[in-house]
């Protein structure tokens, strides 16, 4: 306990522990700004300490952690987000595993969860522990919905809602960065909506950008497709001989058809090393069932529920 304390202490977080009357829980930690500003987002901590007990179960992956049902139960249904910790109190060091219904696995007698040893409870583990501070993934999801709702909105008023990525297509790191932009029917009437750098290592942008809006279908920018097609269609079967007299090498729907040009994909490339993308959203039924979900959500007469 002490050890972990010292670890989560170091990151600059404060570390209570929990009195035992709590079910299965040691401590908490809560999330400090660098500046010394409390955040409120707490993780409940349940630490184990014991080389020759707790890391007794180990594959090359990590340590395998033994629960009881009652207590994995009771950590799933927690109002904070619940952490396993494995401290070795030989040399100090801890890792640890948040408690979800996938890290969980059941077995005939318990269920089980792994620890891996690439999760090492230290300054390297905070983004990703400010991440489980957040909330559970099934409320994390929900909560980002929320974020999104203004958008949601603005497409069901009749706005139209714009992706554009430039990506950098020799960098492994899928580097790109991304503008998100309203506009109204005519694709006039511009309005920032926020840009955003993204790091996509070994993802296809036809597949990352749809996976930032789950609650839309992506499709293509037609005018912004239509317009950069036919100026390549010009460029490649279209010239002017000595006379001033226009020749089509091909005509324009056969060319396209030719060409294969279907399907999200860029516009443009500038030099060979950065991908134009221009990419539209369409509310999906996601997002239409969340705005009415929202509109629920926001009423005022009473329900019947089941008792807790």
């Not at 977080?13 to 908490?28: H, K, L, S």
Request: aromatic content about 12%.
């Amino acid at each position: 306990m002490y050890s972990v304390g010292l670890i989560v202490n170091g990151f600059g977080w404060v570390f209570r522990e929990q009195p035992t009357d709590d079910y299965g829980i040691d401590a908490q930690a809560e999330v400090f700004e660098a500046d010394g500003t409390a955040t409120g987002k707490v993780i409940a901590l349940q630490i184990k300490s014991g080389r020759a007990t707790y890391f007794a179960n180990e594959n090359p992956d990590g340590w395998t952690h033994y629960v009881d049902t009652k207590h994995a139960e009771y950590w799933l249904k927690h109002s904070l987000p619940v952490v396993v910790v494995l401290c070795d109190e030989i040399d100090g060091k801890a890792y640890w595993q948040q408690v979800t219904k996938s890290t969980l696995e059941a077995t005939p007698r318990k269920f089980k969860i792994l620890v891996p040893r690439s999760q090492e409870l230290g300054t390297t583990s905070v983004a990703a522990l400010r991440e489980v501070a957040e909330g559970d993934p099934y409320t994390t999801r929900l909560r980002r919905l929320h974020l999104a709702l203004p958008w949601m909105e603005l497409l069901r008023a009749g706005r139209r809602i714009l992706i554009e990525a430039d990506e950098w297509i020799n960098k492994s790191s899928g580097r790109g960065e991304i503008t998100i932009v309203s506009v109204d029917e005519a694709n006039e009437d511009r309005q920032l909506l926020g840009d955003w750098m993204i790091m996509a290592p070994g993802w296809s942008y036809d597949a990352v950008l749809p996976s930032l809006v789950p609650w839309a279908d992506v499709v293509v920018h037609e005018e912004t497709y239509d317009e950069a097609e036919y100026d390549a269609w010009e460029a490649e079967c279209v010239y002017y001989d000595n006379e001033g007299d226009r020749i089509v090498t091909e005509g324009y729907e056969e060319w396209r058809a030719a060409s294969g040009l279907e399907g999200l994909r860029p516009y443009a490339n500038s030099a060979g090393e950065v991908d134009s993308w221009r990419l539209e959203l369409k509310l999906n039924q996601l997002g239409e069932a969340f705005l009415l979900v929202n509109e629920f959500a926001d009423r005022t007469d009473l329900f019947l529920t089941p008792d807790a």
